[in-house]
């Protein structure tokens, strides 16, 4: 296949699924991964994607929030483990904030019936995994409720997240990087996620590692203020020792 075959391809591909990854193309292409970063700096100024961290968008995606069942079947078994792997981080008998994202989603999932917790959220997918389990005491946070993410926002939900102090926030993010911080792509979610950091005494990010070096839209925190970063080892060394070095501990699941 010639580049401008290949390329037209990428770009087919990447409108298709509204992200490429380098070495997965490397891959289906059977070329190498600079070959394929070479063409995705040719799309890149052609105007037709935007290269992120790994692969690349599809011009116009780059702030592209996907729902919830799409973001639910993306990197399904990282999440796993890293939901999995956030369970030592529970503080039995104690309170813990669990933020609207996909691996928070799967970390409530897995909380053993014999485990005490107060749990407050203001996701509702997370608020109905939780509501019969018997030793969780639940407060669901209200306020206008966003139809892709199924998180409620606005005045009421940042009143709420005012007036508690939890031992641990279990925060999710779209992106994630030492120089631009914490971000989403909307900014109410963005003004939630922030009130929640705010009222947690410790912040663990459950993120996978496709999303260090995004940056959405609406920032809501620095790196510096997240204790430990759960991801999976996708994380290279070098972005390992950049999170590290902001004060953040990292854990590969």
Avoid: C
């Amino acid at each position: 296949m010639y580049a401008p075959e290949r390329r037209q391809e990428i770009l087919r591909l990447a409108r298709a699924a509204g992200r490429v990854d380098v070495l997965a193309l490397a891959e289906e292409f059977q070329v190498t991964a600079e070959t394929v970063r070479r063409d995705l700096k040719a799309l890149d100024r052609a105007g037709l994607v935007r290269r992120v961290h790994g692969g690349a968008l599809p011009a116009g995606r780059l702030d592209f929030e996907p729902d919830l069942a799409e973001r639910e079947g993306t990197a399904a078994d990282q999440k796993d483990r890293i939901a999995r792997a956030a369970l030592a981080e529970l503080p039995d008998g104690g309170s813990v904030i669990l933020d609207a994202g996909s691996t928070v989603g799967r970390l409530a999932a897995l909380i053993p019936l014999d485990l005490t917790l107060t749990v407050v959220t203001h996701a509702l997918p997370v608020a109905a995994r939780l509501a019969g389990h018997p030793g969780i005491e639940l407060h669901l946070v209200g306020g206008r409720v966003r139809h892709r993410t199924r998180a409620a926002v606005d005045a009421w939900a940042l009143r709420a997240y005012a007036e508690i102090r939890a031992d641990v926030l279990f925060l999710a993010a779209n992106g994630f990087a030492p120089g631009t911080g914490l971000t989403t792509p909307d900014p109410a979610e963005a003004a939630v996620k922030r009130a929640a950091v705010a009222a947690a005494r410790r912040v663990v990010l459950l993120a996978d590692s496709a999303k260090a070096g995004q940056e959405q839209f609406a920032r809501f925190g620095e790196l510096s203020e997240v204790d430990l970063l759960i991801t999976d080892a996708g994380l290279d060394p070098a972005q390992q020792a950049a999170v590290r070095a902001a004060g953040t501990e990292v854990a590969l699941a």
